[in-house]
């Protein structure tokens, strides 16, 4: 269980002790080793350890955390900053303009599949998309357009092969004006290895329609590779993101990093599968873990996370002892259970709390305190001024209804709270004695 889970995790923690100096500077070694592992670019991993290093130099070392612990819970957010903090959208042109989506990359990459991929996510998210087939060199380009895009019910506009791609790509704009169709998914033709006729082409199309978005597709298996490709074409033609293909093969994903740090352009989707609905929005912080590996970094983080969580729940059981249990604390102990997976588990790491309390008892915390309507808590608490937070007992039926309005719920759903906030700090209060351990003045019923 989650539980026994996290007392093994303190077990090891207390085990090991703090880490040395030396640890420090081993932690940072295989981070290194595990980007290069990954097969993230040598600069950028010099560059990334090199920003690491400075912004560890002058950070605080958290409560709860030894230096060795900060140092990696550094890297692991700024690996996910790098590779942008959050998910990245299509942009679509507002309103009545049709939004020109231009497919480009090298041959292979899954320029053809993704294509189709990505008229499904379009049409899910309400929109009407007409495929294009601009590769005129492989007969069989067309086909697979054609088969891919009538499994996902999406027409495509072809003109065989006999036309050039700029001109097709012009006509399916018309087609697209007088048909309604309001997003248009460029398929162009890729070569094997940049040459300079394929860019040119390219170029020519880009210039022929009003393109809205170039998404270059990368095969996430070529690792450095791809970095170089993602380069050139935005040198030459212009990106705006990227769609990294293939990801469900045993690549550790390196490529991603590199290609971020080397254009700055977003990472829009993951490509996991050849079947058509195994298109995936990019997130940072799992693209991270991948790129980081499951090894020994990755639980020294979680280390690091869990004993801050310890040290929260210490000082939260320093303040129950004394009642001071506030609004504030409240929000705490809230993300705190939504990292842990429940009050149980931060019960948990508070000493000598669990042996005297049963699990009925538990569990009537944790109803206190229910995962649905958390959401919702949290918006009542922020709605709340700094005093109101710090000091539970200004709450009045006027505030109350205030507290309504600004979180958008109901004030029924405020009363419910707020009371349950007192009966759950007056079960906190008799805690004292249970917590103290020796003097055990504490008796549930
Ligand atoms: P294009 O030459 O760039 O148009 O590439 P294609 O779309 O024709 O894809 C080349 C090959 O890669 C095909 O066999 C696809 O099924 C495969 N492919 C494309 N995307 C993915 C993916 O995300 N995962 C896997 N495993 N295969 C993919
Ligand atoms: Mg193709």
């Known amino acids: ?75 692991n957010e700024e690996l996910t900053n790098l590779m942008g903090s959050e998910t990245t959208e299509i942009a679509y042109r507002p309103g009545q303009q049709i939004t020109v989506i ?39 380009a067309i086909t697979q357009l054609q088969i891919n895009g009538e499994k996902q019910g999406v027409p495509v506009f072809s003109m065989g092969d006999k036309n050039k791609p700029a001109d097709i790509a012009k006509a399916s704009i018309e087609h697209a004006k007088k048909n309604g169709f309001n997003v248009v998914i460029l398929d162009t033709a890729g070569r094997l290895h940049i040459d300079e006729g394929m860019m040119d082409e390219l170029v020519e199309i880009k210039e022929s329609v009003d393109v809205a978005q170039t998404l270059l597709v990368v095969d996430a298996m070529t690792g450095q590779d791809a970095v170089n490709v993602a380069g050139t074409f935005d040198e030459k033609i212009g990106i705006d993101g990227v769609v990294l293909t293939k990801l469900d093969g045993d690549t550790r994903g390196g490529a991603a990093l590199s290609i971020r740090a080397v254009t700055g352009k977003p990472i829009l989707f993951c490509g996991m599968g050849e079947k058509l609905d195994d ?60 990292k842990m997976g429940g009050i149980g588990s931060v019960l948990g790491m508070m000493p000598g709390m669990i042996p005297g309390m049963n699990s009925a008892q538990v569990s009537q915390l944790e109803g206190a305190i229910d995962d649905k309507k958390m959401a919702h ?25 205030r507290l309504a309005r600004g979180a958008g719920v109901d004030i029924a759903e405020v009363n419910r709270f707020i009371k349950q906030f007192d009966q759950t700090k007056k079960m906190m209060k008799k805690m004292p004695g249970m917590m103290g351990g020796k003097r055990g003045r504490m008796k549930f019923p």
């Open 102 to 140: 231009m497919m480009v990359g090298l041959q292979g990459a899954g320029k053809t599949t993704t294509t189709a991929k990505l008229a499904g996510h379009v049409k899910k998210k309400g929109k009407k998309p007409l495929l294009v087939a601009c590769d005129v060199y492989r007969p069989a």
């Open 1 to 75: 269980s989650l539980s026994d889970k996290l007392q093994n995790v303190f077990k090891n923690l207390r085990g090991k002790g703090r880490l040395s100096e030396e640890d420090v500077k081993a932690a940072l070694k295989e981070v290194k080793m595990a980007l290069l592992e990954a097969d993230v670019n040598f600069k950028v991993v010099k560059n990334f350890v090199k920003t690491v290093q400075e912004r560890a130099i002058g950070a605080d070392v958290m409560n709860g955390l030894n230096p060795g612990q900060m140092v990696i819970k550094i890297v």
């Open 377 to 401: 808590i949290e918006a009542i608490i922020l709605s709340m001024t700094p005093e109101e937070r710090a000091n539970p007992k200004l709450m009045n039926p006027s505030r109350k209804k």
């Open 279 to 338: 298109l995936e929005q990019f997130y940072p912080d799992r693209m991270a873990s991948r790129i980081l590996g499951m090894g020994d970094v990755l639980s020294l983080i979680e280390k690091a996370e869990a004993s801050i969580d310890e040290e929260k729940a210490k000082d939260l059981s320093r303040k129950m002892r004394k009642a001071e249990f506030d609004y504030n604390d409240y929000l705490d102990s809230m993300a705190q259970m939504k």
